[in-house]
């Protein structure tokens, strides 16, 4: 039986993820579009912490260090990691599976942002993970997440959509929350506690 990213069990990213960047898979760019929307959104960082939680080569995390935070990326994929060592000094990268490492091994203060770009439509207990994000976040911090969204226009949803009910549980429960349409079928959230 084949497994994807949908149905692997939580404990297990790594060995999806990791084939794919040793084959030297790539994502979605940070376009200019994308930058002006994280800049306006989150703020200068004043070397305060942040988390990118599935950071891959780690160019968000390198966006968070640029606006001034001191950023920690994390990713179960070590070849990610090497590549985000190599590309984008200043991040502390570590390999990190966010499903099932110690979150204390992250450190002992909260974040003031965390992110999370091209990762929520593949975690595999949402409820889980969006517990332990909130369990790290600030008070009056900032969760921001990126998605791309099914765009009717382009028939069926992709694999890699996020499905109606995965944004509605996403977006449950904060106090405020933000959405930024990039285009039809990729979107920031941006969810304050
Ligand atoms: C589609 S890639 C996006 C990478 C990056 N955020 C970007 O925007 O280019 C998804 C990333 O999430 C990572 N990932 C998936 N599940 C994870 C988990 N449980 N813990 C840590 N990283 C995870 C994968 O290894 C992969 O690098």
Known sequence: MSVTGATRRAGDAASYWEPLW?????YRA???????????????GGSRPALDIGCGAGH???????????????????????????????PDFRVFDFDTDPPALLGP???????CRLVYRW???????????RALLAP??????????????????KPWDAGAADIELLTAGWSTV?????DAAYRCYVLRP
């Not at 940070?30 to 200068?44: C, N």
């Not at 203060?109 to 992110?115: D, G, L, M, R």
């Not at 933000?178 to 990039?182: E, G, K, M, P």
Request: glycine share 10%; charged share 20%; with cysteine.
């Open 22 to 26: 040793r084959q030297g898979r790539s």
């Open 30 to 44: 940070i376009d200019a579009a994308e930058a002006k929307v994280l800049r306006e959104q989150l703020g200068e």
């Open 60 to 90: 968000l995390t390198g966006h968070l260090v640029r606006l001034g935070y001191r950023a920690t990326g994390v990713d179960c994929a070590p070849s990610a990691i090497a590549a985000a060592r190599r590309d984008h000094p200043g």
């Open 109 to 115: 203060s909260a974040f003031v942002v965390i992110t």
């Open 123 to 133: 975690v595999a207990d949402k409820p889980a993970f969006l517990s332990r994000v």
């Open 140 to 157: 009056g911090g900032v969760f921001w997440v990126a998605t791309s969204v099914h765009d009717p226009a382009q028939g069926p949803p």
């Open 178 to 182: 933000r959405v930024n349409a990039l």
